[in-house]
DNA sequence: CCACTATTTGGTTATATTGCCAAATAGAGC
DNA sequence: GCTCTATTTGGCAATATAACCAAATAGTGG
């Protein structure tokens, strides 16, 4: 494997990277409906507002979402709807491990 | 967020995060195109076999990949195709953070 | 059974990530 | 200017990941 491609590999697992956190998947998903508030991000996960807002900059670092500020309240939206889509894909992952347990214990 | 909606996410970032790393991503990738073994894996990431081997397992409890003994020789492949088109979508990203950064050098 | 090869497992150390708290920053309205 | 609210930043302790080496396991062929 050459230098390019090792980068290549390294870029493309950063945007995964920002995207493999319940929370960040949550927020995404959440973003995906509607641009929303740093402070009812908090509220809807839980999660201490220093946290969320972390969890932000790290998919806007990752070039995932954009950042709007208006008033007091910084709005996020998301950037690339595409990754959206891959949340049916990893449902198709998770439906059949999950009945491939089922039929591990059912024999 | 109710406890039922923490496990959904939780179990999707756990396949997400299966994926975030420069290795899996390329084994993923090399996957994609061929059944591959895993001393072969090694040689083309340039990794310890025993490293090869700990990613491996890594992408097959997420359920992503499954494997095949055939004599000496571990052959794995990929199980859910539709991770590989999620490439795309990442390159999207890639690109436009790319073209982000240009424009703000260039003013 | 022995030697050889492919793979996995165990263990250790180095590094990265996370979440919380406290403090800093920034805009709104009195 | 002061105060209140929303957000970000800094710092720290706890936890999780990763890579390497060595050792164990498993199948092949003499």
Redesign the pocket.
């Given at each position: 494997m050459d230098e390019e491609t090792r980068n290549l590999f390294r870029d493309r697992a950063a945007v995964m990277?920002a995207l493999?956190?319940p929370?960040r998947l949550f927020i995404v998903d959440q973003l995906g409906k509607r641009e929303t508030?740093?402070?009812e991000l908090?509220t809807m996960t839980g999660?201490?507002?220093?946290?969320v807002?972390?969890?932000?900059?790290?998919l806007k670092s990752a070039g995932i979402v954009e950042?709007d500020?208006r008033?007091?309240?910084?709005f996020y939206r998301i950037k690339f709807p595409c990754v959206l889509k891959f949340f049916d894909c990893i449902e198709g992952v998770l439906v059949a491990s999950a009945k491939e347990r089922l039929k591990r214990y059912s024999k």
């Open positions: 990277k493999a956190h929370t508030c740093v402070c908090a999660a201490d507002m220093s946290t807002s972390k969890h932000l900059l790290i950042d500020k008033g007091l309240q910084v």
